[in-house]
């Protein structure tokens, strides 16, 4: 059966602080239980007091089942059953039962045993019963049971913390007979506990130091004087194979009322005794090695950071004055461009051709270099909803679609039964797309193809396997130098086979590597087997939003 635990509202130190009282009363006797239920009022207040009376045992076991009380009254005598039988059922021994108190009208310390032996707190008899009686022996039935919990939970923890220490913990008499030996004492010594325990702690000594132990025990028992006792050292033991090691060793005398009784600490030093020349050998030039080199590193970590508070600050300041001033910039440009050819001398019009040219080629840099700035200090926060990259691809190869056929490329966007939907950065995530179709577009040779495969996959994140999808882009172009497939995505680098007009700021792919990055994602790049080169990126289905 499960008994339900005691009220919150109890208090077990004494019943001086109790809020209130809750008693299942198991009575079949009317009259006796008003005369209990008369004293129990002259203890507590009519509003402090919360008596439940039951008089058989089905009732009593079904009360117990559903109610919560602070402790049963139980009457020894019931018309249909046994209360010592109902006291057996209650499980009075659970730490989840309320206390329990047998009531009997027979004068017989032979039922106050059997009441006892059974597991109950106290044991009344009704003729002898007034409130002090009962008061006290409440008070005592409550303080008795969570006492007994205290100390079952304490025998618990020290046996959890005994049985599980990395340490060897032996506890001996005051003759040096072995009373208690855990399972790492077991391994240092490679004796078993049932093979030890009973027999003299010089069973785990050299000859030499087992021959004075037990001078020591008396020296200390008569003058109180410690040579071991209540200090650490290092000494040697022996192993069941009669080799010998150093341990060190701290012993306490346990102080408990009676025959002293001490505990030893044991820990294997053989291995600290091999470590301790090597460290003393290397420890003086360790530490000057760490102190320079941890110099070097608070320096180099202090420029680090103030390069780069210092850059992102004044891309952030600087962005929006340059930007003004070269807005104006393009849209003169753009306006003499137009009127040139009627108003102008044909040189004019090529200069203006070339404001323009360089204008849009600033801009476009110092936009790349804010996205990136504002990557990079996790300013640009990114906000994720569920998006279809299928879509989105298909967007971005309408926004290029004047390229496209320009240089007459074809290109094929390839999904099958891959689901396209996932949490992302709509806006970033095309960012990304879009950089990379026009990397392909402006590397892929007249008539040439780009190839798009959007599959489903999954990886590794946090020690658990995620769900993904994988994006790859594939073009005809000149391919990337081996050696240079993975730095392409550092800043203001381009691959030595691009250098061919192609233009280009050299922030498109490392801002793809940042964006990527804050979708839980990688990119990276590989030649195709044919010709050409093909882009890719993974990202988790699901983002932690």
Known sequence: MTNKKPSASVNHSSLSKLSTLSILFVE????????????LKKIFDQDKLNLD??????????ASESGSYDIYLIDVTLDNRDGLELAAALDPTNDNTPPIIIMTGEDSIDMELIAIRLGASDC??????????????????IVRKQTEKEIRESEIRYRAIVETANDGIITLDDL????SYNPAAEKLFGYTA????????????PKKIALQHDSYLSAYFKTGVTQIIGNGREVHGVRKDGSEFPLYISIADVGVPGPHRFSGIVRDLTLEKKARETIRRHNEMLEKTVLDRTMELELAKDFAEKANNAKSEFLANISHEIRTPLYGI???ANM??????????????????????????LLLLLNDLLDLSKLESDSRTLLFKNEDIETMTKQCFMSEKARLQEKQIQWTLTKGDTVSLLQCNYDALRQVICNLLCNAIRFSPHDGKI?????????????????????SIADEGVGIPEKETEIIFDKFIQSSKTNTGAGGTGLGLAICKEIIGKHNGNIWAKNRTEKGSEFIFEIPVKQSI
């Not at 009376?53 to 079904?62: H, L, P």
């Open 336 to 361: 003499g461009f137009s009127r040139a050819s009627n108003i102008l001398p044909e040189k004019s019009m090529e200069y203006f051709g070339h404001i323009k040219e360089s204008g849009e080629r």
């Open 28 to 39: 079949d006797n009317e009259s006796d239980y008003l005369i209990a239920e008369r004293l």
């Open 194 to 205: 049932k093979q030890v325990i009973g027999e003299n702690i010089q069973k785990l000594m």
């Open 124 to 141: 009344l008899f009704k003729n002898q019963l007034t409130a002090p009686l009962l008061e006290r022996s409440i008070n005592y039935s």
């Open 176 to 179: 040096g007979i072995i009373n």
């Open 451 to 471: 190839n798009i495969n959007i599959t489903s996959s999954s990886k590794t994140i946090h020690e658990s396997e995620t769900p993904t999808i994988k994006f």
């Open 330 to 332: 393009l849209s003169f």
């Open 53 to 62: 009376w039951k008089t058989t045992y089905e009732d009593a076991f079904a």
